[in-house]
């Protein structure tokens, strides 16, 4: 998910009327996942998605995302998961760890679940950055998440 996709523009190129997708929000950095959640959440409903085929469960970080995607992803209704975090750096290494477990951990689900798995989570140096990127300036991250999985699914 590299650059600024294109805004929402409307309905996909499939049917999404009859699909469920999974949305897996880290509870941590709430200030910036909830921004992310109500950006991914009215692009599926933009796209043609039924309110009543979204599912929303909470985890309390990021690290915990790869799990709970796996786990939704496993259900046979599900035809895509997106996964939103937020991860700020801080003043020792533990940034690095918890932003490689997890990017490894939510590419490892897609390959495991042959379905879409949307990589939601920021990676910021700052609080000011992740703003930035959760409603600001920059976008909604959680948008172009909720884009990356219905364009996979064109794909398919």
């Known amino acids: 998910m590299a650059g600024v996709l294109k805004s929402v523009s409307g309905k ?14 880290a509870e941590w950095n709430e200030e910036i996942t909830e921004p992310l959640f109500e950006g991914a959440y009215h692009a599926l409903i933009e ?3 039924k309110k009543s085929n979204i599912v929303r469960k909470n985890v309390p970080g990021s ?3 790869p799990l709970a995607a796996q786990w939704e992803a496993e259900k046979k209704d599900i035809a895509a998961v997106i996964c939103l975090g937020c ?9 690095d760890y ?5 990017a490894y951990g939510i590419m490892k689900v897609n390959l495991k679940s042959n379905k879409p798995v949307a990589f939601g989570v920021l990676t910021t140096l700052t609080k000011k950055q992740a703003m930035e990127r959760a409603g600001g300036k ?17 794909i398919k």
Do not use: R
């Open 63 to 65: 690290f915990e995302l």
């Open 12 to 25: 996909s190129k499939i049917n999404l009327s009859n699909k469920k997708f999974a949305i897996v929000v």
């Open 87 to 95: 991860v700020i750096q801080g003043d020792t290494p533990h940034f």
């Open 98 to 102: 918890v932003c490689q477990g997890v």
């Open 47 to 49: 796209m043609g998605v």
């Open 138 to 154: 920059l976008g909604n991250k959680g948008e172009e998440a909720a884009l990356t999985v219905v364009k996979m699914l064109e």
